[in-house]
């Protein structure tokens, strides 16, 4: 079936560190893939998405690209600040139309000044 | 209003008592979820009203009852809770078949099962 597996957490860093949470996918035909960010207390945002091969989603810094011939999407970012600690999710949906989203487990990431 | 609107933010209720969470998209979507996130679990997808189709996981148990009168409402109701559903509960819409599309989720209900 369709899933999707992140490193598990919990990550801690310090300002300015540069981060890497590893994304591999599990699908038949090609996937819309994305990152979602939880802050405490809140539900899930939008972080950034791609929706076809080598395609790069950027946004506040992060960055992740659609590998196709490794099935992985991978979240960075250059240098990390503490408002990035939260929980990090990556998240696919099957079929480019389809309406079934499937979701990792969550990263938890901490960022120490 | 804009996005995913979700409430009550925050739930307590006795094992005998009934609820309802209601959730409200002002999105123009025509999906709608339920999930559920309870800690150090995966984001559980409880039902899915697609297009006025509803598609659901069978684990769930019948004390967790969705209805979704129109593609912008979503209720679920509760019933005879156990304290392991207390959990966070979070509805989302989305658009289906639109290829860049993605879940916007609301704030989620805290549930608490005392």
């Known amino acids: 079936g369709n899933s999707v597996t992140q490193m598990e957490g919990p990550v801690t860093l310090s300002e300015e560190a540069f981060l890497t949470i590893n994304c591999t996918y599990t699908?038949?035909?090609?996937?819309?893939l994305f990152w979602y960010v939880q802050y405490p207390g809140e539900g899930l945002q939008l972080l950034l998405k791609a929706t076809k091969a080598d395609d790069k989603g950027s946004n506040k810094g992060f960055e992740a690209t659609y590998r196709k011939e490794t099935t992985s999407f991978h979240l960075e970012k250059g240098s990390v600040q503490v408002s990035d600690s939260a929980v990090y999710f990556c998240a696919g949906k099957r079929s480019n139309t389809g309406n079934q989203f499937y979701f990792g487990t969550g990263t938890s990431l901490t960022v120490i000044p | 209003e804009t996005g995913v609107t979700q409430t009550p933010r925050h739930l307590v209720m006795g094992m005998t008592n009934k609820k309802s969470l209601k959730c409200e998209q002002h999105l123009g979507h025509n999906a709608m979820y339920w999930y559920k996130q309870s800690a150090k679990k995966p984001l559980e997808l409880m039902f899915v009203?697609?297009?006025?189709?509803?598609?659901e996981n069978n684990s769930v148990p019948s004390r967790f009852s969705p209805e979704c009168p129109n593609s912008s409402h979503l209720f679920l109701h509760l019933h005879t809770l156990q304290p392991e559903d207390s959990a966070l509960y979070l509805c989302a819409s989305s658009q289906v078949n639109r290829v860049d599309t993605e879940a916007f989720f609301g704030q989620g209900t805290r549930l608490t099962v005392v």
């Open positions: 009203y697609s297009l006025e189709e509803r598609v």
């Open positions: 699908a038949t035909g090609y996937p819309s």
